[in-house]
């Protein structure tokens, strides 16, 4: 017989769920119909639906090469679906690019770390908050009291933000010479910069051990309370997915195989078999 997934320990969060029974905010944040894409003759995502409400943090789960990426490369128009509509906050985003996307609502992290190495930590975080930069080229240029007033207060948010990780000391260091766990964090908060209403975070915890993976799931949570923001998830660590997310969407070959809470995907035949395959009996 196929295993089970162990049960982890839960943390402690609002009992929101991406499934369509959950009775949250009536206006969700994101809603997916029947997107899907096509790469020559292969399907790479088919008919995928879902909705998250305002302030929920759910699970995007598959075995690899699932789709689970393709997906997140389509909500942010890296690639253009080739079927199927996506509402962010009830508007469509068909024809947008990924800047529009991003000044939208939607911030991402990617599975390979996307950092500008060289420039410090506070730098990498201010090149996030370039869709909020207020004065023109010619103030930059000329360094006109706006230019100056704006970088302090820039300078004064990337604090903060890199504060949600006790990460405000390190604002002068160079981004490649964190390490490995640090970059991941300094990442989420770079995304945070664009000021999101929906962030994707494609395998927050890869690379990281145990401790600093429970420390990420406390952050996760922090993050959407604090900014009150909705969190889609990657993730192929179990413990950090039925520990955290409020619902859980699973994908196989493209198609969306289970929806649910993270007692339900644990004991979905479906998604067991998914992940571990069948045994036959001796």
């Not at 943090?57 to 075995?63: Q, S, T, W």
């Not at 990337?158 to 300094?186: C, H, N, T, W």
Request: aromatic share 6%.
């Amino acid at each position: 017989m196929a295993k089970k997934f162990d049960k982890p320990k839960m943390v402690p969060v609002p009992s929101h769920s991406i499934i369509p029974e959950r009775d949250i905010d009536k206006s969700p944040i994101l809603e997916c119909s029947h997107l899907g894409i096509d790469f020559g003759g292969l399907r790479a995502v088919d008919d995928f639906n879902l909705t998250i409400g305002r302030t929920e943090i759910a699970g995007l789960i598959g075995p690899n090469g699932a789709g689970k990426t393709t997906v997140f490369n389509l909500l942010t128009k890296v690639y253009q679906p080739t079927r199927g509509t996506i509402l962010l906050d009830g508007m469509d985003t068909s024809g947008k690019t990924t800047v529009q996307i991003n000044r939208m609502g939607i911030a991402r992290t990617f599975q390979n770390i996307r950092l500008f190495s060289n420039l410090s930590v506070e730098d990498n975080v201010k090149i996030g908050l370039h869709n909020q930069e207020p004065y023109s080229m010619l103030s930059g240029i000329l360094r006109l009291p706006n230019y100056w007033r704006q970088e302090k207060a820039a300078h004064q948010r990337a604090l903060e933000l890199l504060s949600i990780f006790d990460m405000q000391d390190l604002a002068g260091v160079k981004a490649g010479a964190l390490p490995y766990g640090a970059q991941r964090r300094l990442e989420i908060v770079r995304a945070l910069g664009t000021n999101p209403s929906l962030l994707l975070l494609d395998e927050p915890a890869a690379g990281m051990n145990p401790s600093e993976t429970a420390e990420l799931m406390e952050n996760i949570v922090k993050i959407r309370d604090t900014f009150q923001i909705a969190i889609l998830l990657i993730e192929h660590d179990m413990s950090l997915v039925m520990g955290i997310c409020e619902g859980i969407c699973v994908l196989n070959f493209g198609q969306v195989i289970a929806k649910g809470t993270a007692e339900e995907i644990q004991n979905n035949p479906e998604v067991i078999k998914a992940y571990l395959g069948t045994h036959k009996e001796a």
